[in-house]
Nanobody
Framework: QVQLVESGGGLVQAGGSLRLSCAAS????????MGWYRQAPGKQRELVAT???????NYAESVKGRFTISRDNAKNTVYLEMNSLKPEDTALYYC??????????WGQGTQVTVSS
């Protein structure tokens, strides 16, 4: 079992910044990838950024150059630094930990709201 606890969401004006954190606990030594997904009202959940063991990073095209994902292995925590936020970034952001394609865990979500 893996527990993921997110923090750092909130309300920010367009152009502002937020930093999300996701602390993992439990049986985490075999996690292959950690990342962030988001879901806006009426839309499907979409990938924002992932970091795979070994360091490979993937970003959604819509956040490239604005968001940065990082991982602190000593703290079992993954971060998402979000800059130049836009109203279209408004969504519930979920932390994800994946062992393999058939085993993954989700956090409870943290709301990010960007006002215009």
């Amino acid at each position: 079992q893996v527990q993921l606890v997110e923090s750092g969401g909130g309300l920010v004006q367009a152009g502002g910044s937020l930093r999300l954190s996701c602390a993992a606990s439990g049986t985490i030594f075999s996690i292959n990838a950690m990342g962030w997904y988001r879901q806006a009202p009426g839309k499907q959940r979409e990938l924002v950024a992932t970091i795979i063991s070994g360091g490979r990073i993937n970003y959604a095209e819509s956040v490239k150059g604005r968001f940065t994902i990082s991982r602190d292995n000593a703290k079992n925590t993954v971060y998402l630094e979000m800059n130049s936020l836009k109203p279209e970034d408004t969504a519930l952001y979920y932390c994800n930990a994946r062992f393999n394609p058939s085993l993954q865990y989700w956090g409870q979500g943290t709301q990010v709201t960007v006002s215009s």
